[in-house]
């Protein structure tokens, strides 16, 4: 099956007499007939359902349908992006691991990776994705556990070169985890390139329609745990919350990372994702190649238009053959990239604020990736505490505008974002 077809029919296969639309299994527990039935389920002998913490036929179809759309051997469903960050990581990393990953990642991965999970005892290096080969060589320690970078950074836009930072994982024999949240599976399929884990958060494009908060863990199944024993214990010793199970040897590669994940981050840390937040989720995804489509136009005649603009000072967006990154982007997201774009107006910070407060159907919301367009203002909003010195360390310009393009007609964004323009 191609993409768009997948988008419809992987992961939930009615049979005769059965709902054509994948049904919302709203039940905390599952009945069995004797205990002894229950008991192989829970040692992990058999296959099925029994709490809806662990597993829901309703969440696993969606997780089903991701996996078959990037390509992987199997996927767990979380409660939110944040979620599916933490979980893809602390699943191979603990209290003393070090962790390498891109310096330009969304905010909420930054934070997360630099105060929470370091109070966890987990050591992160921060590598700026473009660095020399020395300089990331040198990110590497011993106790190294994964690298992680995001596909298109949110929101600075940059695309990141994942064979090579999954040639420089894998010689150290780690896997790399990317965050493909912005490209979707669509526009990008990470283990084509060498990644080995995927995560989103499913609450941007996947959704699409500012609907649900969620996420998601792929795993590739290719990488090698065994070949690596040492560095990573808990799939390959045995579990003792788990009657002495070893993940890598019992399930193999294909399916060790997300059934350890499932079956005892999951289970100890309840993220989970609702089956009516995945039921939604799931009519995001079955449109999902159409609206990328159009996301991705909407956004390059936007930004073609604002770079043509006497009034704008600068325009990044990876689809501009002016772009630092056009090339790169040529390669890893040939049919488009995303719908964000991002440029400064003339007059800085105060120029933005007042441009922003002029567009009428370009909604001022901390979203991005949504049916709707909404725009941002970092400096006045997320980034508001800093003084433009401290904005521009942490590269974001007081000028810049995050505009999250939508799928409304093209000519009436660029006649609301001319209207506003002409205010200033
Ligand atoms: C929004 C976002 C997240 C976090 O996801 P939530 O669903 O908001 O928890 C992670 N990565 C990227 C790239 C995002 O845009």
Same mark, same amino acid.
């Given at each position: 099956?191609?993409?768009? =077809? @997948?988008?419809?029919?992987?992961?939930?296969?009615?049979?005769?007499?059965?709902?054509?639309?994948?049904?919302?299994?709203? /039940?905390?527990?599952? #009945?069995?007939?004797?205990?002894?039935?229950?008991? @192989?389920?829970?040692?992990?002998?058999?296959?099925?359902?029994?709490?809806?913490?662990?597993?829901?036929?309703?969440? $696993?179809?969606? *997780?089903? @349908?991701?996996?078959?759309?990037?390509?992987?051997?199997?996927?767990?469903?979380?409660? /939110?992006?944040?979620?599916?960050?933490?979980?893809?990581?602390?699943?191979?990393?603990?209290?003393?691991?070090?962790?390498?990953?891109?310096?330009?990642?969304?905010?909420?991965?930054?934070?997360?990776?630099?105060?929470?999970?370091?109070?966890?005892?987990? $050591?992160?290096?921060? !590598?700026?994705?473009?660095?020399?080969?020395?300089?990331?060589?040198?990110?590497?320690?011993?106790?190294? %556990?994964?690298?992680?970078?995001? =596909?298109?950074?949110?929101?600075?836009?940059?695309?990141?070169?994942?064979?090579?930072? +999954?040639?420089?994982?894998?010689?150290?024999? !780690?896997?790399?985890?990317?965050?493909?949240?912005?490209?979707?599976?669509?526009?990008?399929?990470?283990?084509?390139?060498?990644?080995?884990?995927?995560?989103?958060?499913?609450? %941007?494009?996947?959704?699409?329609?500012?609907?649900?908060?969620?996420?998601?863990?792929?795993?590739?199944? #290719?990488?090698?745990?065994? *070949?690596?024993?040492?560095?990573?214990?808990?799939?390959?010793?045995?579990?003792?919350?788990?009657?002495?199970?070893?993940?890598?040897?019992?399930?193999?590669?294909?399916?060790?990372?997300?059934? %350890?994940? =499932?079956?005892?981050?999951?289970?100890?840390?309840? =993220?989970?994702?609702?089956?009516?937040?995945?039921?939604?989720?799931?009519?995001?995804?079955?449109?999902?190649?159409?609206?990328?489509?159009?996301?991705?136009?909407?956004?390059? %005649?936007?930004?073609?238009?604002?770079?043509?603009?006497?009034?704008?000072?600068? !325009?990044?967006?990876?689809?501009?053959? /002016?772009?630092?990154?056009?090339?790169?982007? @040529?390669?890893?997201?040939?049919?488009?990239?995303?719908?964000?774009?991002?440029?400064?107006?003339?007059?800085?910070?105060? +120029?933005?604020?007042?441009?922003?407060?002029?567009? #009428?159907?370009?909604?001022?919301?901390?979203? !991005?990736?949504?049916?709707?367009?909404?725009?941002?203002?970092? *400096?006045? /909003?997320?980034?508001?505490?800093?003084?433009?010195?401290?904005?521009? *360390?942490?590269?974001?310009?007081?000028? &810049?505008?995050? &505009?999250?393009?939508?799928?409304?007609?093209?000519?009436?964004?660029? +006649? $609301?974002?001319?209207?506003?323009?002409?205010?200033?």
């Amino acid at each position: 099956m191609e993409i768009e =077809t @997948k988008c419809l029919h992987a992961g939930y296969e009615p049979k005769n007499g059965e709902p054509r639309m994948l049904p919302i299994v709203q /039940s905390t527990t599952f #009945k069995y007939d004797s205990s002894e039935e229950m008991g @192989k389920l829970f040692d992990l002998k058999a296959n099925g359902y029994f709490y809806s913490r662990l597993q829901n036929p309703t969440t $696993d179809a969606v *997780a089903a @349908k991701i996996a078959a759309l990037e390509g992987g051997s199997a996927a767990m469903l979380t409660g /939110s992006g944040q979620a599916a960050t933490f979980l893809s990581v602390f699943n191979i990393a603990g209290a003393g691991d070090h962790v390498v990953a891109s310096s330009t990642i969304y905010g909420g991965t930054f934070n997360l990776f630099n105060v929470t999970m370091r109070r966890m005892g987990i $050591d992160f290096t921060f !590598v700026d994705p473009d660095c020399t080969d020395e300089e990331l060589e040198a990110a590497f320690r011993p106790n190294t %556990k994964a690298v992680f970078g995001e =596909t298109i950074a949110n929101p600075a836009l940059i695309v990141f070169d994942i064979e090579r930072f +999954a040639k420089a994982a894998h010689a150290h024999g !780690v896997p790399l985890i990317v965050d493909n949240t912005f490209a979707t599976p669509i526009n990008c399929r990470p283990f084509e390139w060498g990644a080995d884990i995927v995560t989103h958060s499913t609450t %941007k494009y996947m959704d699409g329609h500012d609907a649900t908060v969620g996420g998601v863990i792929v795993d590739s199944g #290719k990488f090698d745990w065994m *070949a690596h024993a040492d560095k990573f214990p808990g799939l390959t010793t045995p579990d003792e919350s788990y009657h002495g199970i070893t993940y890598a040897t019992q399930f193999g590669n294909g399916a060790a990372y997300i059934t %350890k994940a =499932t079956a005892q981050l999951m289970r100890d840390l309840g =993220t989970v994702q609702s089956p009516m937040n995945a039921f939604m989720l799931n009519l995001g995804l079955e449109s999902l190649p159409v609206r990328m489509e159009r996301h991705c136009a909407n956004a390059q %005649k936007i930004a073609e238009f604002l770079e043509s603009s006497d009034k704008i000072a600068w !325009v990044n967006y990876p689809g501009l053959k /002016s772009g630092k990154y056009y090339e790169r982007a @040529k390669k890893y997201l040939p049919n488009g990239s995303c719908g964000v774009v991002s440029f400064g107006v003339k007059g800085g910070r105060a +120029a933005a604020e007042k441009f922003m407060a002029g567009l #009428k159907l370009g909604m001022i919301a901390t979203h !991005v990736a949504d049916a709707r367009t909404c725009c941002l203002h970092p *400096a006045s /909003s997320t980034h508001r505490q800093m003084n433009d010195e401290e904005l521009l *360390a942490a590269g974001v310009a007081p000028d &810049l505008v995050r &505009l999250s393009v939508g799928l409304e007609n093209a000519d009436d964004l660029i +006649a $609301d974002i001319k209207n506003a323009l002409a205010a200033l």
